[in-house]
């Protein structure tokens, strides 16, 4: 077993460089990256936002596919379906971003697709000796509430869905799939424009673990990549521009989510096209990242504003900072966790294998017990992680973290070294028992510890910058149109503005 501390739900920001255009109006920056190094997006100095990740100008198609797509990948193969969904205005980088447009060749200027479907057949190679794989491979257009196959073998057209289901092509390489991507592409175009429809392509993994007979050893889970329409002027409910209403539907169903377990007959599936054909691949074991491009040129403030509010609206409440973390740390406690994991199990057999048959019940129930504190540790902290703001606090955490996790795992190693050596009888197993509870009691102690000591440093943080935000609000407090009285420093805490409720509708 290994965890993962993204949220399953998180947001990348990609701010794209002025166009020429922008360039020629000598339009200035006004949306940009916060310089602490944080995931935050400030607009125009006086509006913040945090997301999972930002990219500006600098940050590469490589860097975005290695920093939040990589490693979600993998987590196909542990029963989840992932989706990555592109959202925001007309020209602005979506298309670019998710490579929908791919030309063939494989330069550092390819989107996520073409990279995604290469590293994943790279990836089952690496696993076929302990599993075989299907992988198929659809590509449709949502145009106007209506679906269109575009992987049917049908002239240049794309075909309207009448009928039966869609076509899914079997695909053995990366190279099969983006000469699909290309065909389909292509198809796309044909009737409007790319930026009215929306366009999926999905990739459905079988994978069957080889020796496995059970009935849980195949897994089937579909990678999809969503190029949305744009966003921008539109209301919902005009006949004349429906494929956006999908847009005011995927804003729903995310929004939904984000507060948190809510019955599948709850989340508004059914508003759209979009979404009725999403449905599995957004809830349940789901892994969404919605990359929400946007200008960084004061001409479009007013319209990224609105993709920043729509994408802040899918997070999670509680786990709004969700920052990123640092990919060796991510790696080693994943590791150590999968250690544990396998000497618990293997403690668990070697108990079984000494213990009295009316002994063996009470340290079976035991070591369940430790195994369920041991889980509900790792969790507690992935909570802490994911609810801490400060890259370095995180980062002592995780580092001190793995000191604990390497002392426990060679705790349990010592154990089972002994236990082999000296061929102990159940009081033995017992005591061995009660020394592991020991170290999960120390190791839940100092977790709980360092739960107190952010929960007290976040509390200081969040005064000093109420203080400092209702002294600046007093010496320029004009400026906002407001009684500099009317409301207690308590009230000036965050920088997020919260946007009105109709933030899917453009009442202009
Ligand atoms: N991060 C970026 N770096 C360099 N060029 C970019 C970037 N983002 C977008 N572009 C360029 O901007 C132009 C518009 O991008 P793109 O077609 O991807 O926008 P879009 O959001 O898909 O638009 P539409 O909604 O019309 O489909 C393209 O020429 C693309 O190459």
Not at 172 to 194: C, I, N, W, Y
Not at 223 to 228: G, M
Not at 325 to 336: A, F, G, Y
Request: glycine share 8%.
């Amino acid at each position: 077993m290994s965890h993962f501390f993204d949220t399953p739900m998180s947001v990348a920001v990609r701010l794209r460089p002025m166009n020429s255009m922008e360039l020629e109006c000598k339009s200035s920056t006004a949306v940009k990256r916060t310089p602490d190094g944080l995931p935050h997006v400030s607009v125009d100095f006086h509006e913040s936002f945090a997301f999972n990740y930002v990219f500006d100008q600098r940050d590469t198609q490589k860097d975005l596919f290695e920093a939040c797509v990589q490693t979600r990948l993998k987590r196909l193969l542990q029963g989840f379906d992932v989706t990555i969904l592109a959202y925001g205005q007309k020209g602005c980088g979506k298309t670019y971003t998710m490579g929908t447009d791919f030309n063939g060749v494989m330069d550092d200027k390819v989107g996520l697709i073409p990279r995604a479907v290469h590293y994943l057949f790279q990836y089952i190679s690496t696993l076929k000796k302990s599993y075989t794989f299907r992988v198929s491979c659809s590509f449709v257009k949502i145009y106007q509430e209506e679906l269109f196959d575009l992987l049917l073998p049908r002239n240049n057209l794309s075909s309207r869905l009448a009928g039966p289901g869609l076509t899914e092509l079997e695909v053995s390489s990366a190279q099969e799939v983006t000469d699909h991507l290309m065909r389909g592409f292509a198809k796309r175009a044909v009737g409007e424009k790319p930026s009215e429809s929306h366009s999926i392509l999905t990739l459905t993994l079988v994978a069957r673990k080889l020796g496995g007979g059970g009935p849980t050893s195949e897994t089937t889970t579909k990678l999809n990549f969503v190029d949305l329409a744009a966003s921008g002027c539109w209301i919902f409910g005009n006949d004349a521009d429906r494929s956006k209403g999908g847009l005011v539907a995927l804003g729903n169903v995310l929004n939904t989510l984000a507060y948190g377990e809510i019955a599948p007959e709850y989340i508004p599936y059914g508003q759209s096209l979009l979404t009725s054909l999403l449905q599995d691949s957004l809830g349940g074991r789901s892994i969404r990242l919605l990359i929400a491009c946007v200008s960084s040129s004061d001409a479009n403030v007013s319209e990224t504003m609105r993709t920043l509010r729509f994408a802040d609206r899918t997070l999670p409440v509680m786990k709004k900072p969700g920052l990123r973390l640092d990919q060796q740390h991510e790696d080693d406690v994943s590791r150590l966790k999968d250690i544990i994991q396998q000497l618990s199990g293997e403690l668990l057999r070697a108990i079984q294998a000494v213990a009295k048959p009316d002994d063996r019940q009470r340290l079976e129930d035991r070591a369940k017990n430790l195994e369920k504190k041991n889980l509900k540790l790792h969790q507690e902290l992935e909570q802490i992680l994911i609810d801490t703001a400060d890259a370095d606090v995180r980062g002592g955490i995780l580092a001190k973290h793995i000191v604990q996790s390497k002392t426990h795992v060679r705790r349990i190693m010592t154990m089972l070294g002994l236990q082999r050596q000296q061929e102990p009888g159940p009081q033995s197993v017992q005591s061995e028992g009660n020394q592991l509870l020991q170290t999960l009691v120390e190791l839940n102690r100092i977790v709980s510890d360092t739960t107190g000591q952010l929960r007290a440093r976040d509390n200081l943080y969040l005064q000093t910058h109420s203080q400092q935000s209702w002294q600046q609000f007093n010496n320029g407090g004009g400026d906002f149109g407001l009684e500099a009285n009317a409301a207690g420093p308590e009230d000036h805490v965050s920088t997020q503005q919260q946007g009105n409720d109709e933030y899917y509708y453009d009442s202009a």
